[in-house]
């Protein structure tokens, strides 16, 4: 079968996608994955040592201090849905009408397509040209369900999480869908009532890459939405070579703790002053660190004994090593963390890393969440030693990897495919027997 993948956005929304076209591949299937970059990533180098072809698709044309404005702006904006809003006209808009054509060319060469749940114009298309449309949510928490509230509302219980709901759906709609059905119109398609039923989920399948383990289950969820487990990369994925002084600062003493905000702190405008408070962190808490940030930018922090200064590195590699990862609590990296049995600690910036937060501290693998904009050291120290004083949470957290390892979520996806392929096929086998 002809599968075509698309996906927009950073590593938590590219990496996972790769990994599901490695499980398609490896069952059999002919594959294609489309990646919009917004930092302007190659992963051709990963691609290919997973066996698979990648095509990039649109670049964004944008200088690092317009990134910087923009990132400072989204940052300090504390309404989720003008966060998302600000979000999508930097770093998609520019893109989009790349994006639409790339679309549009998977769905006319391809049986079946898998898309960002945010690629309205992938699904868009696939109806038009009677395509089976599969999405990939990468958080429970762009779902509605009963159980909790929306982003930016507090959770109150099942009737009034309901009415919630409603009301992110119809604001994430004014900002949204005059876009999705700009587009819709244009293929005479009916316009898109609600952006999170109709646009953001496919109706037929919506596989959810995180792991139940640390989410749990979510009853009262349509049958179209499937929680899979993370879409992992398998091991060994990249050509990793660990420098020889890692090493030797990992032999040299306890396993370090892991301070990386990602691709937040490389969009963070102050992130000279982030990584100073990172460093002194570490240093109030007594314990040793590797400390990943843009150290060739940074001159003024002294070098410590007990402080590995890293730029870049492979977390599945590194991750086990550690004692505990500081992180920004993004989906992907808040469940690297738990699979390779490390606690966390999370610093959100915005949008769904409050909700992995929360579920790291539910699942007693991780103290309370700090946020970005009221990060200091003191504060970050104090999480440090309530996570390295407490074992029962290195213990609790190597239980949940273990778990999450036989989830098996690349598995269970292409299960789930394989499912609606041979759906497809009988529908598609009574239709012309009918005629």
């Not at 990943?292 to 402080?307: A, G, L, M, T």
Request: one cysteine or more; aromatic letters at 6%; proline letters at 7%.
């Amino acid at each position: 079968m002809k599968i075509g993948l698309q996906t927009w956005g950073s590593d938590g929304d590219i990496r996972p996608m790769v990994a599901l076209a490695h499980g398609l591949a490896a069952a059999g299937h002919e594959v294609r994955l489309l990646i919009s970059s917004v930092e302007g990533k190659d992963y051709g180098p990963l691609a290919a040592a997973l066996g698979l072809g990648v095509q990039p698709v649109g670049k964004l044309e944008i200088s690092e201090e317009e990134f910087r404005d923009f990132a400072r702006e989204a940052f300090s904006a504390r309404n989720p849905v003008d966060q998302i809003a600000r979000v999508m006209a930097r770093l998609y808009e520019p893109m989009a009408a790349q994006i639409a054509e790339a679309s549009r060319a998977l769905c006319q060469d391809h049986d079946v397509v898998i898309g960002h749940s945010m690629l309205h114009s992938l699904g868009a298309f696939a109806e038009k040209a009677g395509r089976a449309h599969v999405t990939v949510t990468f958080t429970p928490s762009m779902i509605p369900t009963r159980k909790m509230s929306p982003e930016g509302l507090p959770d109150l219980g099942g009737f009034v999480n309901c009415l919630g709901w409603k009301l992110a759906d119809f604001l994430l709609g004014r900002v949204l869908l005059p876009r999705v059905n700009a587009l819709r119109v244009s293929l005479d398609l009916p316009p898109a009532r609600s952006f999170l039923h109709d646009v953001a989920a496919s109706r037929t399948l919506n596989l959810v890459s995180a792991s139940p383990a640390l989410t749990g289950s979510m009853p009262d969820w349509p049958a179209n939405h499937q929680i899979c487990g993370f879409f992992d990369l398998p091991q060994p994925h990249e050509a990793f070579q660990m420098p020889g002084p890692l090493v030797r600062f990992l032999k040299a003493g306890p396993p370090p703790v892991f301070l990386t905000l990602g691709s937040m702190l490389s969009a963070d405008p102050e992130f000279v002053e982030v990584t100073h408070i990172l460093v002194e962190a570490a240093l109030l808490a007594g314990c040793r660190a590797i400390v990943q940030s843009r150290w060739d930018e940074i001159d003024d922090i002294p070098k410590h004994p007990s402080i590995f200064r890293l730029t870049q590195a492979s977390h599945q590699a590194i991750f086990p090593r550690c004692a505990c990862v500081v992180h920004h609590g993004g989906s992907g990296t808040s469940q690297s963390a738990t699979l390779a049995g490390c606690p966390s600690v999370v610093v959100a910036y915005y949008l769904d890393q409050g909700y992995w937060g929360q579920c790291l501290t539910r699942g007693g693998i991780a103290p309370g969440l700090l946020l970005r904009r009221s990060l200091t050291p003191s504060r970050l120290a104090h999480r440090l030693r309530e996570v390295l004083s407490n074992p029962a949470m290195k213990a609790r957290a190597q239980d949940l990897g273990q778990k999450m390892q036989a989830e098996a979520g690349v598995q269970r996806a292409v299960e789930l495919i394989g499912k609606l392929i041979v759906k497809q096929a009988c529908r598609a086998g009574q239709t012309q027997e009918a005629r």
